[in-house]
């Protein structure tokens, strides 16, 4: 079974920047769309960013002209920047991985494969 690992998460004052990087831990399979979500406390996980294999990408409008997802050379590698950051942006990032048929790219059941976690805390 796909392990995916989050690392880049910490502390950043308002109106900097992150990096988050996800990639397969042991396993290597196939998937179309990996995706980043986060959730915050008291709040619902919500879908942030994607990324499908043509290169399509999908932002949830609370991120969009903020953050950036995007591919690394290595196979099932993606990244997210963020910039602009704001306290708003606290939460626990979550990197996963799907396969279906079709897209529906900030759809958390659309994908099987997901990470611990990491923690981005935005202070203002």
């Known amino acids: 079974q796909v392990q995916l690992v989050e690392s880049g998460g910490g502390s950043v004052q308002t109106g900097g920047s992150q990096i988050l990087s996800c990639a397969p831990s042991r396993t290597t399979v196939s998937t179309n769309h990996m995706g980043w979500f986060r959730q915050a406390p008291g709040k619902e996980r919500e879908g942030v960013a994607a990324?499908?294999?043509?290169?399509?990408?999908a932002y949830a409008d609370s991120v969009k002209g903020r953050f950036s997802i995007s591919q690394g050379s290595a196979k099932n590698t993606i990244y997210l920047q963020m910039n602009s950051l704001k306290p708003e942006d606290t939460a626990i990032y979550y990197c996963?991985?799907?396969?279906?048929?079709?897209?529906?790219?900030?759809?958390?059941?659309?994908?099987?494969?997901w990470g611990q976690g990491t923690q981005v805390t935005v202070s203002s």
């Open positions: 996963a991985a799907g396969r279906t048929p079709g897209w529906a790219p900030l759809v958390p059941a659309n994908y099987q494969y």
């Open positions: 990324f499908y294999s043509d290169g399509s990408t």
